[in-house]
């Protein structure tokens, strides 16, 4: 509102403007289902996108192969190809459909639902001595280089995966995983604290890393990203 001796200041809350009518109340996109040629306004890269990095296709899914991490990189907190999005809401819950497919000659590959600030986790695959491996992984000191913790759930043998993820109030997030989208088992306890990032808040999305170099990465396909309201 403006303020003659201090210029504009922000609020929390204001009048809306008289339009000359009413409208609906609407939020910004949350979910996709990767049926456009390109993806929402919702989404977002941590860095300048490239054309490795994934890209919506004309199947209607979401294809993520996975980029090369920096030699020195000890942890995702600089990793490029992050498809991001800020918390829609202070409680909520994403669930993604994908199906991972590694290149079989490499050992690194690594493929997650991620919940990204100063800390992250993320619950997700990773390709070793060919077989996958479900993961859960947590670096609660990313942003000063720390290696994170990991947590492996067991062999993979399903060709699809559903990951999820509830964010409760305060930001306390709990990662779930199904083969079926019907029965989801809890991996994180203690529960994981999401925290701000830098200049944004946290953020929720997914990722495809891999440490090796390659020119014929493995991927990922997402069918869909889903974000609904907690019960």
């Known amino acids: 509102f403006p303020s003659h001796d201090r210029g504009g200041q922000p609020v929390l809350r204001w009048k809306r403007p008289e339009v000359g ?4 109340r609407k939020t910004p996109a949350e979910s996709d289902e990767f049926n456009e040629p390109k993806i929402g306004l919702q989404w977002q890269w941590p860095a300048n996108p490239q054309l490795t990095f994934g890209f919506p296709t004309a199947q209607g899914y979401f294809f993520q192969s996975t980029h090369e991490m920096a030699k020195e990189t000890t942890n995702l907190y ?8 800020k918390f829609p809401a202070p409680t909520f819950q994403a669930t993604m459909k994908v199906s991972v497919h590694p290149n079989p ?8 639902l991620m919940i990204k600030g100063f800390r992250y986790a993320w619950l997700g695959m ?3 001595k060919g077989k996958k491996y479900l993961v859960y992984q947590e670096a609660l000191e990313a ?4 290696v994170p913790r990991e947590t492996i759930l067991g062999e993979w043998n399903h060709e699809t995966v559903y990951w999820r993820v509830q964010v ?4 306390l997030c709990r990662f ?3 083969h079926d989208n019907e029965i989801f088992h809890p991996v994180n306890e203690p529960i994981f604290q999401a925290t701000e990032g830098q200049w944004v808040g946290a953020q929720i999305g997914f990722f495809a890393a891999r440490s090796e170099k390659t020119n014929d990465a493995g ?3 997402v069918d869909w990203f889903r974000v609904e309201k907690l019960d």
Do not use: C
């Not at 009518?21 to 609906?24: E, L, R």
């Not at 942003?143 to 720390?146: E, F, N, W």
């Not at 409760?168 to 930001?171: A, P």
């Open 219 to 221: 991927y990922m396909k």
């Open 21 to 24: 009518s009413h409208y609906p």
């Open 176 to 178: 779930s995983y199904s």
């Open 143 to 146: 942003k000063a280089g720390k």
């Open 168 to 171: 409760k109030e305060g930001g």
């Open 105 to 112: 000659k490499l050992d690194t590959e690594q493929w997650g």
């Open 78 to 85: 600089d990793f490029p190809n992050i498809l991001l999005q």
């Open 126 to 128: 990773v390709h070793r």
